[in-house]
């Protein structure tokens, strides 16, 4: 990664400093690097800003990352699916808003209506590709990373605050942080560098207990997740002659094996363990539309098919968006588009 601007970290301390009332606001459907650093920032604030702080989300954080969620947080969160008029104020009372882990406001879903209209001050950290400069008066936007949380931990040790010694970062703010980088990276399986590492290392020694990280997120699953796993696996995977993996799941099987929010995480990644699958998609029946999940090996850009066919974007080898067609055109729709995909547009 680029190192981070001197000027940037002041400004930033100068806007933190300033502000009587900071909203932090993370994407869609957040996962643990959207609640990692939507956290981590809030601990951060709390600790060494006098300003008000309030976390506005569209949805819920999913039950695995729940624990990054203590009982002052709880208190200073809003939900805007369950309390519109109450997000409307926080965010229209904001005279600074910081946006994390997303790169366009329309991946805020409801909110991005309010975050337009804002004139608070706004502050993006993300590391997606294409971010929206010109609607942020601070941006630090680095894909070469692995996590938002890992931009925002770079962000906070060279804060004043901080100096360089993780131990000063607030406790909860150092967890909230090894989460994000943890599930962004697969559990260090990919998009590792060497300043992952380092960060790894630095959270250790200042007290992070992964090993309880680790089991809250992988060892606190329920029964009907692995039997769904196995099932789509066995029955739902379908692997074409151009070396793509699909798997389609509707909404009668997802109500079967009873899926909660954040239970078919990672199961868009297994396909890529066959040596001939170069991308992997999940596309799931969701209310008004189809969301899908799209993941390649080195070489295969799962970024570029999710602009060019499936509404959508993300990272390079990590990739998503939607379909709007009726759920028994979906199949029909991906098998050809991924073959054209992958024979007309990828060598
Ligand atoms: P996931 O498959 O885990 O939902 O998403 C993988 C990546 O794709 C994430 O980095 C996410 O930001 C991006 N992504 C997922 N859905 C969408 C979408 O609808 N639009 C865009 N632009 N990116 C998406
Ligand atoms: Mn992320």
């Given at each position: ?25 993370t ?68 005279d ?28 993006l950290?993300?590391?997606h ?47 909230s ?25 630095s ?23 692995l ?63 189809i969301r ?56």
């Open positions: 990664m680029k190192a981070i601007n001197a000027k940037d970290i002041e400004r930033l301390n100068q806007i933190l400093q300033a502000s009587s009332r900071t909203v932090i606001v994407h869609m459907k957040p996962d643990g690097d959207a609640a990692g650093s939507t956290t981590a920032m809030y601990h951060f604030l709390k600790a060494h800003c006098k300003c008000d702080v309030r976390i506005v989300l569209n949805d819920r954080f999913q039950r695995a990352i729940e624990f990054l969620v203590d009982e002052t947080t709880a208190r200073d969160m809003t939900i805007y699916s369950e309390n519109q008029t109450e997000a409307e104020g926080q965010i229209a009372a904001a600074t808003i910081i946006c994390l882990d997303f790169n366009a406001f329309h991946r805020t879903d409801k909110l991005c209506g309010l975050l337009d209209a804002s004139p608070a001050v706004k502050v950290i993300d590391h590709l294409y971010p929206e400069l010109d609607k942020f008066s601070l941006a630090f936007s680095e894909t070469e990373i692995s996590s938002a949380c890992e931009l925002l931990y770079q962000i906070l040790m060279a804060m004043p605050q901080i100096q360089h010694d993780a131990a000063r970062l607030p406790k909860p703010a150092a967890m942080l090894m989460t994000g980088m943890t599930t962004d990276t697969n559990n260090f399986a990919n998009s590792v560098y060497p300043s992952t590492l380092a960060m790894a290392s959270l250790l020694a200042a007290g992070v207990d992964r090993d309880y990280i680790l089991s809250c997120l992988y060892n606190q699953h329920s029964e009907s997740r039997r769904l796993m196995g099932h789509m696996m066995k029955d739902l995977l379908t692997i074409t002659e151009d070396g793509a993996a699909y798997m389609i799941l509707d909404k009668e099987t997802q109500h079967k094996y009873n899926v909660q929010e954040g239970d078919t995480e990672g199961f868009v990644n297994m396909p890529l363990s066959i040596a001939e699958v170069r991308m992997s998609l999940l596309l799931k029946e969701d209310t008004d539309r899908v999940s799209i993941r390649s090996k080195k070489g295969t850009s799962a970024n570029r098919c999710a602009r060019m066919f499936f509404n959508g974007g993300g990272h390079e080898n990590a990739a998503g968006g939607k379909l709007e067609l009726p759920f028994h055109e979906v199949e029909e729709y991906t098998r050809k588009h991924v073959h054209i995909y992958l024979t007309e547009h990828e060598d």
